[in-house]
């Protein structure tokens, strides 16, 4: 059985970026745990109780588990010493043993941009086990920051795009209107642009960091 780690900043994150990939790979037998830097915070829309609902709801609905770093830390990851992120990471790949890992494109928010840099030196060459593949995933807000380099992965969801939708739309308090690009047009829009760059109606796009093999 294929492991697979996803690593999110937040519950809406690991759907953004990875929810057809996630959908798919499931389906053909695959499992999924997600690592989520922070549920909960100050702002009303990240009220805890409602957050880890949507969470809950939406591991269910993908066949996926997950465990948090920190609670109600939303917008405040970045007051975290990366030491305790770094180790909590370092003993979630060694337990689990992953064949893949995705992590989070940093953009510019600074919880993204913490968990990154925390989960990139998670991923570091070190004793013990080191995941053979490892690959960032976009979020809608990166599109014009081509700040980093990797070998460029498209993965075709054009049979599951709408399934993403739905799930993404599960987490109720982080839709978000137009301009935002967090919404079904967004989503949409982002995946469609990708399939035009591989070939195909809908996509998801990674970059690759490392990928191994015997």
Do not use: W
């Not at 880890?52 to 939406?58: F, T, Y």
């Not at 920190?70 to 917008?75: E, I, L, P, S």
């Not at 992953?98 to 998670?122: G, M, R, W």
């Amino acid at each position: 059985m294929k492991k697979i780690l996803i690593i999110s900043p937040h519950a809406d994150d690991e759907i953004l970026g990875c929810g057809g990939y996630m959908l798919k790979e499931i389906k053909r037998g695959a499992s999924v745990h997600i690592i989520y830097g922070t549920i909960g915070g100050k702002d009303a829309r990240q009220n805890i109780d409602e957050r880890m609902a949507e969470v809950r709801a939406v591991t269910a609905e993908l066949g996926a588990t997950f465990s948090v770093i920190a609670y109600n830390h939303d917008t405040l990851l970045d007051t975290l010493p990366s030491v305790d992120i770094i180790s909590a990471l370092d003993k979630e790949i060694a337990a689990l043993e992953p064949h893949e890992v995705f992590v989070n494109y940093p953009s510019n928010h600074q919880d993204h941009i913490k968990l990154y840099q925390c989960a990139v030196t998670a991923m570091r060459l070190k004793e013990g086990y080191i995941p053979p593949f490892f690959a960032l995933y976009e979020y809608p807000f990166i599109t014009s920051n081509d700040r980093l380099n990797g070998g460029m992965y498209y993965y075709n969801i054009s049979d599951c795009i709408d399934k993403k939708i739905k799930i993404f739309e599960m987490y109720k308090s982080q839709v978000k209107t137009s301009p935002s690009p967090l919404n079904a047009t967004g989503i949409r829009s982002l995946a469609a642009m990708r399939g035009l760059e591989a070939g195909c109606p809908f996509a998801e796009k990674f970059y690759i960091q490392r990928l191994y093999k015997e």
